[in-house]
């Protein structure tokens, strides 16, 4: 199961199509990988385990997102008032 | 890029944007051929003598030019679907860029594996360099590989923008908080040029885009160094 995710991980060359997002506005797709990598941490630490599975959606953030927003957000998560629920 | 008493679109460096040429061609010659048809009767009809005042209908000539209209209608409506929906394949890129639109500048960032982002403004024409080409030329390019497909996220920070490269066969609106994909292949190496296409203030004229196609090993080359220049 690990090595599935390693595979992809290693192999990860950008976002791939997301059948979620089909249109042109993908605002969502960069949002909801975002909010996916940060619950996927936490739900993960919570239980203890490994958390190299939610690096896809940090990969895929990271490809999809401007870096200014994800600054932006950073400093709004440090801060304890960013407008997503994690 | 265009040139002066350029009627037609720039050549083509992308399929898509060849499909659309070619079809543009042949509405256009539909069109110059109904065109021709139509003022040629008029100036047969305001200058002849013969004339007959009991005429009071005509089957074949009214079925002729209905049905005849019909089939021209269908030979543009199937082509141009057919490339509607080729435009709207879903695409496996190799590459995600993003453009962000400023006043009245575009930065473009790759970080599908390092951060790499930078700023593209306009060479000034004082300080343009011999064979440069004036109000088109940046700074720094928008470097992409040929023949790999391309996803852009077109976005922007403070007003309206439009990303456009017309020989790519792309233009995308830039919305503040909005994110909006547009796909392109390069087919060919070469330099392309575009000009920001949503009124955006005084300098709208001022912030030109730049794509240069490159094969792969040279893209690969110019990102290392980018990165090490950032």
């Known amino acids: 199961m690990s090595d599935v995710i390693e595979e992809k991980l290693k192999n990860y060359r950008t976002a791939p199509f997301d059948a ?26 919570e239980k203890g385990q490994d958390t190299t599975p939610c690096e896809w959606y940090q990969r895929v953030y990271k490809s999809l997102c401007p870096i200014g927003w994800v600054q932006k957000w950073n400093d709004q998560l440090e801060a304890g008032n960013f407008p997503g629920k994690i | 890029m265009a040139h002066p008493t350029q009627l037609g679109f720039q050549d083509a460096a992308s399929p898509v944007m060849e499909e659309l040429l070619h079809f543009h061609d042949h509405a256009l010659m539909i069109v110059f051929m109904i065109s021709t048809l139509v003022l040629y009767i008029i100036v047969a009809m305001v200058t002849t003598k013969l004339t007959n005042k009991y005429i009071l209908d005509s089957q074949e000539i009214e079925i002729i030019w209905t049905v005849l209209p019909a089939l021209i209608l269908i030979l543009i409506a199937l082509p141009s679907l057919r490339i509607l929906y080729l435009m709207d394949e879903i695409n496996d890129p190799h590459l995600t860029i993003k453009a962000i639109g400023h006043q009245w500048y575009w930065s473009y960032e790759y970080t599908d594996y390092e951060e790499l982002g930078f700023d593209s403004y306009m060479v000034p024409t004082q300080d343009l360099a011999s064979g440069q080409f004036r109000l088109l030329d940046t700074d720094h390019r928008m470097v992409v590989p040929i023949e790999s497909p391309i996803r852009m996220l077109i976005s922007a920070e403070d007003v309206l923008h439009s990303w456009a490269v017309p020989s790519l066969g792309v233009k995308m609106d ?57």
Not at chain 1, 21 to 43: G, I
Not at chain 2, 191 to 213: K, L, R
């Open chain 1, 20 to 45: 979620r997002f089909p249109n042109t506005n993908q605002t969502r797709n960069c949002f909801q990988n975002y909010l996916d990598f940060h619950r996927c941490n936490k739900a993960l630490t």
């Open chain 2, 174 to 230: 830039a919305v503040p908080g909005r994110l909006n994909q547009a796909a392109f292949i390069a087919s060919r190496p070469g330099v392309f040029y575009g000009q920001c296409s949503e009124i955006c203030g005084a300098n709208q004229s001022f912030m030109p885009i730049v794509v240069e196609a490159v094969p792969l090993e040279h893209f690969e080359k110019w990102s290392s160094l980018m990165l090490e220049d950032a």
